[in-house]
């Protein structure tokens, strides 16, 4: 294991997820095509430049009836014809896993220079069927196969879960959702940007909001969202290199400064079974963040300025709190109360928007937190900026708490 | 005319935004179209809206209709209703916010600004959501506090869906207040805020509807089928031109482009001319598809189109079109996202289809890239509105797309005035982006269909 990450961020380009591809009568290809124009565009890095490529994407097969999808990475430039590439896949980590095996070929120092693309397509198909095609990151013939959107039931579980150990309230899980939606208006990227929302919609309980798996209703779901973000990694040397042509210093150029990364069994019983005597509902998404905290040198939450963490369901987002350390495990909901998580409170959470603000285009959701993490720490996120920040920690999950990634971005 | 605008820092736009609260908005002509979208807007982010109306009947289905547009019974419980008889008074003297949505008639506006001039409190905020009448005039002869506190913000219709939205200062509102206003309406409102001159019918549907007329003109010889394959989505727009009228409503189109054309004298004076057969029509009735037609209708599941000659319907599918294979092999490089390619075709296709494509074009970016210095002060301004308001492609974003000087020859064939900016542009040799809003993907605007 690497002592010391020098892997670096040169930041990269996101796609607008408001924006429906299949509307525009786009192509998977078209996706691609512009947030890796973008990226370049807005890093000001020549295309013969870039030496890698990995492309994260869940289910492309299935949205879109194509594989292959590293190849696709060569149609963008005629400069990127020849180029080495590949394809990732762990359900909603997909994105995240692309960064570890672009990071971890930078630290066994075979390229200076590579190319990270997430991507999803999701809106080719009806929410019900695209709900089943979500179902294959769980164990679909045992928690997925004939159950309508199995995911927001397996969520809702999570939140039982909760309730069951140490109590827990839907207010506080439609507040989670409002500081989303909220926060997405400040972000032009977001796709629930222009949305109606605020917290007495997100706790209605009518036809207006109706539940879609036990406590899950519609104002506690991520979106189907088509979307794609690249962002470049570097070595020191380029990072050097780069910083000098771009007038910088080397250390206003942002590092991964550590990471974490585990699995744990599918399906979601199990986990659950496994954790028992856990003080933590989800241990090993625990230790994916602590692992990356440590790597990064930091000792708690307390030196992270701000997280992007994978809010699928507000669920999702109330088990990150205290396994964050935010909260003493079970208490989630008094970072909740006592406004912490909002853009200028004590410990930030999703100043983006999120997955329920900003949008939730699988393949391409780990990038985007990266990306946030970096124009967080760059001082480059505009109205949804977290004044001052130097460190921000990501935390992407796929499945129901399955693979879970995490990464320290830091200055 | 506000000076040159820069988006103000995040720290800037939290001080604006702690600078004033608004906590109860009161609408005006909230059973119109956009009173009711407007008031259902404001209920996602103010806690008490007030819906008022001729009648309180009237109010109640403003607010039955707000509750279906945006789907959340949060709309219901943040409002009230009443009628300007009984309510009008006790309401405004309460608001942060006089938001007034009444019809387009300026007797009747300014009869109503007399009785919230008396009720208001000083530092309560009017707005208008006119798209014709100017708010300078609107403003005369009122006390200071209205005069400051008075000014433009122009939704288009529907604002749920439609976030572009113009923001017209009057000679004396106060600087600061234009600045909450926006800072407010793009966080609270998510609202795309487009600050233009007090100039007829402003900056989006000054520069849009001259585009819809010029098409509503040439459907007079080439019928609205052809016109709209034509100005089809490979120009830079999700929807249609004529299609567009429909939509919006002949009587609206017609209210827009005859006040501009009675109030400016451009160099583009006559594709402001509504067409006869338009102005016939709507005397028998056909307001687009408020009235079942327009230029097209339905049938069932039959699209049905407009014969201008006899007024009466056909199917589509026996409306004989010429082949226009090039608008396929465009539609085809857009899906894989290749816009230059794609406009680089456009540019290049033969025949009288293209040109007259590429005129229509043509006449959109001069006469966008002209009215800078008169509708806005930069061609961002009239990018975001076009963008944003009306889903075209903004004139930057084409001339970036084909280059400056392949815009310039297009211009120039098409026998119309080249602005000077494009000239100095394709001159100078230097790759120049005109389209500087780098949140907005340009990909959007080049539908392949």
Not at chain 1, 59 to 70: D, I, K, R
Request: aromatic share 8%; with cysteine.
């Amino acid at each position: 294991m690497a002592a010391h990450s020098e892997v670096y961020v040169l930041g990269g380009y996101q796609t607008d997820f408001g924006r429906n591809w299949t509307k525009e009568n786009k192509h998977f290809s078209a996706l691609m095509r512009e947030s890796v124009l973008g990226a370049l565009e807005r890093c000001d890095i020549a295309p013969e430049e870039v030496e890698s490529a990995h492309v994260g994407n869940f289910a492309a097969e299935l949205y879109c009836m194509q594989g292959h999808l590293g190849a696709f990475f060569t149609e963008v430039h005629p400069a990127f014809s020849g180029l080495p590439t590949s394809r990732h896949e762990a359900a909603c980590a997909s994105g995240s896993i692309a960064l570890l095996a672009a990071s971890s070929e930078i630290e066994a120092g075979r390229y200076d220079l590579q190319a990270v693309v997430g991507i999803e397509q999701m809106k080719t198909v009806s929410a019900a069927e695209g709900g089943a095609y979500l179902g294959t990151a769980a164990w679909y013939a045992e928690e997925a196969d004939g159950i309508e959107f199995p995911f927001p039931k397996l969520f809702g579980r999570l939140g039982d879960e909760y309730d069951r150990r140490y109590g827990l309230k839907d207010e506080h899980l439609a507040e989670i959702s409002k500081i989303n939606y909220a926060n997405a208006k400040l972000n032009p990227n977001a796709q629930t940007r222009t949305w109606y929302m605020n917290k007495e919609h997100a706790l209605c309980r009518t036809e207006d909001n109706p539940a879609v798996g036990g406590r899950i209703r519609i104002a506690d779901c991520s979106q189907v969202t088509d979307g794609a973000v690249c962002v470049f990694l570097a070595s020191r040397a380029y990072a050097e290199k780069y910083a000098r042509g771009m007038g910088r210093k080397l250390e206003e150029i942002p590092r991964i400064k550590g990471w974490g990364h585990n699995t744990a069994r599918l399906r979601f019983a199990d986990k659950v079974a496994e954790s028992r005597d856990d003080e933590y509902v989800l241990p090993h998404v625990r230790s994916t963040i602590t692992s990356a905290m440590k790597r990064a040198g930091i000792e708690d939450v307390s030196g992270i300025d701000g997280i992007e963490t994978h809010d699928c369901f507000t669920t999702s987002e109330y088990m990150a709190i205290d396994h964050f350390g935010i909260t003493a495990p079970g208490e989630s909901w008094k970072a909740v109360e006592e406004g912490w998580l909002e853009i200028d409170g004590k410990h930030p959470i999703n100043p983006s928007g999120g997955l329920i603000g900003a949008g939730h285009p699988v393949g391409a959701t780990g990038t985007r937190q990266l990306l946030d993490a970096y124009l967080q720490v760059t001082g480059q996120a505009g109205d949804y900026q977290v004044e001052g920040a130097k460190n921000f920690q990501t935390l992407n999950i796929g499945g129901s708490g399955t693979t879970s990634v995490s990464f320290v971005l830091g200055v | 005319m506000s000076s040159s605008h820069a988006s103000p820092s995040p720290s800037e736009v939290r001080r604006l935004l702690a600078s004033r609260k608004i906590e109860r908005v009161v609408v005006l002509g909230a059973n119109g179209t956009m009173g009711y979208g407007s008031a259902a807007l404001f209920t996602q982010a103010v806690p008490s809206v007030t819906f008022l109306a001729r009648t309180k009947a009237k109010a109640e289905e403003g607010l039955a209709a707000a509750i279906k547009q945006v789907r959340s019974p949060t709309v219901a419980s943040r409002s009230e209703v009443g009628d300007y008889e009984n309510d009008l008074e006790s309401a405004v003297e309460r608001a942060d916010l006089v938001f007034e949505a009444l019809t387009e008639d300026f007797a009747i506006k300014k009869q109503m600004f007399d009785r919230v001039e008396k009720a208001r409190r000083d530092d309560a905020i009017v707005a208008t959501v006119t798209s014709g009448l100017s708010i300078n005039e609107l403003a005369d002869g009122r006390g200071d506090s209205f005069r400051r506190h008075f000014l433009g913000l122009h939704f288009f219709n529907p604002p749920n869906v439609i976030v572009g939205t113009e923001l017209i200062a009057g000679r004396d509102t106060d600087p600061e207040l234009v600045d909450f206003v926006e800072a407010f309406s793009r966080t609270r409102l998510g609202r795309e805020m487009v600050r233009t001159a007090d100039t007829p019918a402003f900056a989006g549907n000054r520069v849009g509807f001259k585009v819809l007329n010029e098409a509503a003109q040439m459907a007079e010889t080439l019928g609205p089928v052809l016109v709209d394959r034509i100005v089809g989505p490979y120009t830079g727009r999700a929807l249609t031109p004529l299609a567009t009228i429909d939509l919006v409503g002949w009587d609206i189109h017609r209210a827009i482009v005859d006040n501009v054309f009675e109030k400016t004298n451009d160099e583009a004076h006559d594709t402001l001319r509504l067409p006869d057969f338009m102005a016939g029509l709507m005397d028998r009735g056909v307001l687009g598809d408020k009235t079942g037609g327009g230029f097209f209708k339905r049938d069932g599941k039959t699209r049905l189109a407009l014969d201008i000659g006899s007024g009466d319907y056909k199917a589509l599918s026996e409306v004989p079109v010429p082949d226009m294979a090039y608008v396929d092999s465009i539609a085809g490089l857009y899906a894989q996202g290749r816009y230059r390619e794609g406009m680089a075709a456009f540019l290049a296709a033969e025949g009288q289809e293209a040109r007259l494509a590429r005129k229509v074009v043509a006449g959109y970016l001069s006469y966008a890239f002209h009215r800078v210095g008169e509708v806005a002060d930069e061609i961002g301004a009239i990018d975001r509105i076009m963008g944003m308001g009306f889903n075209w492609a903004p004139p930057s974003v084409l001339v970036d797309v084909m280059g400056p000087k392949a815009a310039v020859e297009m211009i120039g064939e098409a026998g119309l005035p080249v602005p000077e900016a494009l000239v100095s542009a394709a001159k100078s040799g230097e790759p120049k982006r005109f389209f500087g809003h780098p949140h907005i993907n340009i990909g959007r605007f080049f539908v392949a269909g």
